[in-house]
Nanobody, 123 residues
Framework: QVQLVESGGGLVQPGGSLRLSCSAS????????IGWFRQVPGKEREGVLC????????HYLDSVKGRFTISRDNAKNTVYLQMNSLKPEDTAVYSC????????????????WGQGTQVTVSS
């Protein structure tokens, strides 16, 4: 079965950290740019970060610069989103998606989407 599965979400206090994982099954992530998105109910989905096939990262959200980083481990067929210094406004469902390039990913032209994992930042 071809799918992307996110994990690692949960409840964390402000200032804390979480690492989300985006794991692929049924296909190889090596050939894809992988983006992380987030969405709050009632609001539009927003792109957060993307990593190219060559492991170059691109921020698409100024508010996470210096706090969130993206990395990939092709041997594990997994992409990670490290989130530090979390704030309540980071609370959202985080999803990953795979596309041929990061440019395509952030226009929503993705081949695969995950179901998402909830991140809640609250004291």
């Amino acid at each position: 079965q071809v799918q992307l599965v996110e994990s690692g979400g949960g409840l964390v206090q402000p200032g804390g950290s979480l690492r989300l994982s985006c794991s692929a099954s049924g296909f190889t992530l090596d050939y894809y740019g992988i983006g992380w998105f987030r969405q709050v109910p009632g609001k539009e989905r927003e792109g957060v970060l993307c990593i190219t096939r060559g492991a170059v990262s691109t921020h698409y959200l100024d508010s996470v610069k210096g706090r969130f980083t993206i990395s990939r481990d092709n041997a594990k067929n997994t992409v990670y989103l490290q989130m530090n210094s979390l704030k309540p406004e980071d609370t959202a469902v985080y999803s990953c998606a795979a596309g041929r390039t990061c440019g395509q990913v952030f226009t929503g032209t993705c081949d695969y989407w995950g179901q998402g994992t909830q991140v809640t930042v609250s004291s």
